[in-house]
């Protein structure tokens, strides 16, 4: 899959390597318009990371003309990740050949990170985590309508604090921060809520070829993928909501 854009690396996550940033084009104003946009995205993938700050500033350049009701889908970086995930150094070895040149894969995303006033602590993580369990928790928050704060309450225990996402009590704690009651977020968790429904759902956007992240559906169809400026991804928006009014 590859964005609608000029040619190049895109700014994104696949399971053998992360982009770098294309080159940015200016927004397109538009008056009224209402749409559903899916982010198909892994808790683990850097570039999700950052395009998530790019998507909320790209909706504010939109306008509050635009009514786009945004929901996270799943993507797993590494579907065959052991349940208890991988010490970090033996992953990236086992990825790229080396630790050293896993960090010097990071270095750009981290500067793109810092570009967006992000925390992107690449020496805090100590464990890759198989990520089903996270997406799990996300799917529940969207019973809840509160995806947004699970996906950024993970997004900064893993690229700020360095946490293990495959951690029950951790993901427990983070759907008691939105709201749920602790002994029912364990036992969803525990139990296979959402289990069925993430997998699905995974194999439908890999179905229509996606195969990086992140990546953004609206309504349905494909806009583009990376995490591209604000400014690209408003045009992109843009153009396919008139496109497809």
Known sequence: MTALLPDGD????????????MVSSPAIPLRTASAQLDVV?????P??????????????????EVDITVRWRPFELNPSMPAGGL???????RKFGSEAQARSRYARVIEAA?????????????????????????WLAGTRDAQSAVVDALFSAYFVEGLDLGDLGLLTDIAVSVGFAREAALAALRGTAGAAEVAADEAATRALGIDGVPAFLLNGRFVLSGAQSPETIALALTAALRRHA
Do not use: F, M
Request: aromatic residues 8%; positive net charge; glycine residues 8%.
């Open 87 to 93: 010490e970090r150094d033996v992953y990236y070895e």
């Open 114 to 138: 810092a570009s967006e006033g992000l925390t992107l602590s690449y020496d805090r993580i100590g464990r890759i985590p198989n990520t089903r369990l996270a997406h799990r928790l996300i």
């Open 47 to 64: 570039w999700c990371y950052v395009g998530k700050q790019r998507l909320r500033r790209a909706l504010a350049l939109l306008g509050v």
């Open 41 to 45: 995205s892994d808790v683990i993938c």
């Open 10 to 21: 895109l700014p994104g996550c696949a399971a053998d390597r992360c982009g770098v940033e």
